[in-house]
């Protein structure tokens, strides 16, 4: 066997957290370096564990490997290695390490090539020193200079090869989505026709509305009408609750399962519409198809909730330099045994003591250090991910309670018989009060004529705080809201909205009284008349807290008026507590009303 070992070094004005998100993105790298897109399939061992067999053609050859588990300490070092199972390469270890110096960072990468013997070992050594090493060299100093200027990641190359019929057809799409209100179409066509294919692969709206430095949902919005006119696929993802990856894709909703199984984890897991259904979104194949597979499976940005990765032999122990922010951390092993949940406070890391079962949480150390150590009977990966991992993600309860959603994708609904557990959404409801007395006041006519404009009012107020309306019974309105903040801030808008609605009327008789009642809790998620519907205490309870309403008013539940988002909205409203015997509920229920001649906060 003969080894061919490179090591190329740079020195970057950038602090090491600043390029890590350049330089340890491997799958960008590697499409870049032109390496080819490959595929991985899991295998469950008897053991528990899994092995992961690495699979691709390169050089007119049919190439497999042993896909290693790779290692990893955001911004610190990134390595891994493939043991290949044929052919003139036996293994291959890529290293790359970022060490904070005087006036920014040592950049290294190591490159370790086993082969069969000197004839294959010659032209490698000849490919690394001519074709490897001047093209990473080029992407590593293209990389810094961007992550200097705090450019989005990307790299300089020669634009896509897409039909000029099919651009023009995208322009085309673009400039209509433009004209029906949908204001970042055109930036979406420039993405779609100038980024990478693996910046095409699993698209997250907010992850690109910060790039662009736009609203989020109106980019959500854009990418559903997209979808809706044939630029973008919509995809349902089902991802594993341990690792994140999307183990299963549905192409609508009906299509989704209840469950599924993480061949990687091992596992298998129930689906959660508001943790683990992810919408995301594609080029439709007629646009630009993507290969199967990926450039880099095991790329440590495409896992960027995970902050460490690092394998642990039985009885060994570690301290790893690693700074993790404050925040929520989950402490696993990429092995199907338990986890711990922890905070960082002060840079202060728990040390982790993994076992036979739910790792150990001890005393912290020196802040900006992880201490470990295996205390189990066998090899573990000790993984440590950010809690806060979903916040670019769209979750399939987000995009349902989107009224865009709603009137694009009528049609979206579970499969007979389905329903969906919500652990929580907020639910808002409105009436009129005394539309008989507005019908004799006004005539029917025109009574029927403005009760049909506030219900854009009201469809209006809702959208602008990322709800939807879900039915309308009668007079009253019912809708649906992810965050429970925002059906307050709608609740507001509404009754300012409806306020301004009635002073252009010009008219006494017209004034539309609107009684609201607002709720947040867990529900089933059905069809119903062709349409997703809830059902549930939930949704009994908020209709009944509108009917709590005098008119302008806002009744709230106690459990509304808890969520943190809303008690900070409360405190300068004046909202009173009261207690009320409710029809259909034993007990009395406690709730906050909030006056109808409030005058902050509105809208």
């Known amino acids: 066997m003969r080894v061919v070992e490179r090591v190329w070094e740079w020195h970057f004005p950038s602090p090491p957290d600043a390029l890590w998100p350049y330089l340890a993105d491997t799958a960008r790298l590697n499409e870049a370096l032109g390496l080819p897109r490959y595929t991985v399939t899991d295998t469950a061992q008897p053991d528990g564990t899994v092995r992961r067999t690495g699979e691709t053609r390169r050089f007119g050859m049919h190439l497999t490997w042993d896909e290693g588990v790779p290692e990893w300490v955001a911004g610190r070092r990134y390595a891994h290695r493939r043991a290949f199972h044929r052919g003139p390469v036996r293994a291959v270890s890529a290293e790359i390490t970022l060490d904070p110096e005087p006036g920014g ?284 991992w979903a916040a670019d993600a769209l979750t399939a309860h987000e995009v349902t309670t989107m009224q865009a959603f709603r009137d694009l994708f009528a049609d979206a609904v579970l499969r007979p018989g389905d329903q969906v557990e919500i652990r929580r959404v907020a639910l808002l409801f409105t009436d009129i009060k005394g539309s008989s007395e507005l019908y004799d006041r006004a005539g029917d006519a025109r009574a029927y004529g403005w009760v049909r404009e506030h219900y854009a009012v009201l469809t209006g107020a809702v959208r602008r705080h990322d709800g939807a309306v879900v039915k309308t019974i009668g007079d009253a309105v019912m809708a649906a809201f992810s965050n429970p903040g925002d059906a307050l801030r709608a609740a507001l808008a509404i009754r300012a909205d409806i306020a301004a609605f009635n002073k252009g009327l010009g008219v006494d008789e017209g004034t539309i009284i609107v009684k609201l009642g607002v709720h947040c809790g867990p529900c089933i998620a059905v069809t119903l008349n062709d349409r997703l519907d809830y059902f549930g205490r939930t949704v009994n309870l908020a209709a009944r807290l509108q009917g709590e309403s005098g008119g302008g008013d806002i009744v709230l539940s106690e459990t509304m008026a808890q969520e943190s988002e809303v008690a900070a909205m409360l405190c300068p409203l004046g909202a009173r507590e009261e207690t009320a015997a409710v029809k259909g509920f034993r007990e009395p229920v406690r709730l906050r009303r909030v006056p109808a001649k409030t005058e902050v906060g509105e809208g």
């Open 105 to 388: 960072t040592r950049a290294r990468y190591r490159l370790r090539i086993e082969t069969g013997g000197l004839l294959a070992a010659l032209p490698v050594a000849l490919v690394l020193r001519w074709r490897f090493g001047p093209g990473l060299g080029r992407l590593y100093r293209e990389a810094a200079a961007l992550a200097a200027a705090g450019e989005p990641r990307g790299f300089e190359e020669a634009p896509p090869d897409i039909p000029a019929i099919v651009r023009r057809r995208v322009a085309a799409q673009a400039r209509t989505l433009v004209e029906q209100g949908y204001g970042e179409a055109e930036k979406l066509a420039d993405y779609l026709l100038g980024a990478t294919e693996h910046d095409l692969s699993r698209m997250r709206p907010r992850a690109l509305a910060r790039r662009w430095g736009a609203e989020p949902r109106t980019v959500i919005e854009t990418f559903l009408a997209a979808a809706k006119s044939g630029l973008l696929a919509l995809r349902w993802d089902l991802l594993c609750p341990r690792c994140r990856g999307a183990k299963l894709v549905a192409p609508s909703l009906d299509k989704l399962p209840q469950g599924a199984h993480c061949p990687s984890c091992n596992i298998d897991y129930d689906r959660d519409f508001t943790q683990n259904v992810e919408v995301t979104f594609e080029p439709a194949d007629d646009i630009r198809a993507l290969g199967i597979g990926g450039y880099c499976l095991a790329s440590a940005l495409d896992n960027a909730h995970v902050k460490v990765q690092h394998p642990l032999a039985p009885g060994a122990a570690v301290t790893l330099a690693a700074d993790l922010p404050d925040g929520a951390y989950r402490a696993r092993t990429i092995e199907p045994v338990g986890s711990a949940d922890f905070r960082v406070a002060g840079g202060v890391v728990p040390e982790i003591t993994l076992t036979d079962d739910d790792p150990l949480l001890g005393e912290g150390g020196a802040p900006g250090q992880v201490r470990a150590r295996n205390a189990g009977s066998a090899a573990r990966v000790l993984v440590i991910e950010d809690r806060a």
